[in-house]
């Protein structure tokens, strides 16, 4: 078995479901390996939370509850509240979602890859909730720092990292909170300095259910039709600018895509300034990018199935809308 360290697990809660809370902390609090404090953050009112861990694990002091005052800070900024609560002597830090359920040996699958990578992923089985139907299971792919930044293949919580990411990842870039992902920021930091790694193994149930923030992205259909694709992008531009006029529905559009990965590359480059490696993003990602860069990696990412054709699409017309607005000259 594993010498454990001691590590921190982060999960954000807001209005969790009561039952698939207490069966996520229980599912946490059996991990063969022991030695971790699991902070909760949560984006509402945390007496109900309090309530519900005092249920789930009852004299538990491992887990605590911050106090966040009732702020809602929204899933990304509620993750980073989070990390920045993780205590100096965690080695390593895990993330968790409210609502999933962990297999019994997931940290201790996952935590000796990284002795040689920053961050690492494993898979998981898609469950539906409340049916329990299997749905599948999902397919993360390793690939490059340029592929990982064009897609992300890490999911919050299938993924452990080193703590000292923690130094460059925060605070995290501030963008639309509808487009930014704390997850794809940490991996693109993990592949830019110590690397990044996707095992096989399947460590822990991922519920897909009509409350999901996000769901299973691998899901996105290969080919959307246009009408398809303007409601999801008025659907997207309500929630990050409380508008689906048109100019609101280009500003999302640019965000989601495009301008999310330019201020990714732009926040690297500050804080690594020293860093020559990163040319090669900022001539496919950054505010100086350029579309003849970008379109090799973009047609090879298609062909090799790392995107979804409707991905590329969608990604083009993010680029697009980057030329009718004021973001990408202000980087």
């Known amino acids: 078995m594993l010498r454990p360290t001691p590590g921190a697990i982060v999960m954000a809660a807001y209005e969790p479901d009561p039952e698939l809370f207490r069966r996520q902390i229980r599912s946490i609090a059996a991990q063969t390996v022991t030695d971790f404090i699991c902070v909760i953050s949560p984006d509402s009112d945390p007496a109900p939370i309090r309530a519900l861990l005092s249920e789930a694990a009852p004299g538990d002091e491992r887990f605590t509850v911050i106090d966040t005052g009732g702020e ?14 993780v205590p100096p002597q965690a080695e390593w830090v895990a993330l968790a979602d409210q609502d999933d359920w962990w297999y019994p040996e997931k940290l201790e699958t996952l935590l000796p890859h990284l002795t040689t990578h920053g961050m690492v992923s494993g898979q998981a089985r898609l469950v539906e909730y409340p049916s329990g139907a299997v749905l599948g299971q999902t397919d993360r792919r390793n690939g490059t ?11 919050g919580s299938l993924s452990v990292l080193r703590r000292e990411l923690l130094e460059l990842a925060l605070p995290f870039p501030r963008l639309s909170t509808r487009a930014a992902a704390h997850d794809h920021w940490l991996a693109v930091c993990a592949a830019a300095t110590s690397g990044t790694h996707i095992t096989s193994d399947v460590v822990q149930d991922y519920v897909q259910h009509s409350a999901n923030v996000f769901g299973d992205p691998t899901s996105m259909p290969s080919r959307p039709s246009l009408i398809q694709s303007w409601r999801n992008a008025r659907k997207m531009s309500r929630g990050a600018e409380g508008d689906d006029g048109v100019l609101a529905v280009v500003r999302t559009t640019y965000n989601v895509y495009v301008g999310w990965r330019q201020a990714m590359t732009s926040t690297l480059a500050q804080r690594r300034d020293d860093d020559a490696s990163l040319n090669v993003l900022e001539r496919s990602f950054g505010s100086r990018r350029r579309l003849r860069a970008l379109l090799p990696n973009l047609r090879v990412a298609v062909r090799d199935g790392y995107v979804p054709r409707g991905f590329a699409v969608q990604y083009l017309a993010s680029w697009m809308c980057g030329t009718i607005t ?6």
Do not use: C, K
């Open 72 to 85: 809602r800070l929204g899933f990304y900024l509620n993750f980073e509240r989070g990390l920045l609560s």
């Open 145 to 155: 720092l340029e592929r990982l930044m064009l897609s992300n293949q890490f999911t």
């Open 326 to 331: 004021p973001r990408r000259r202000r980087g």
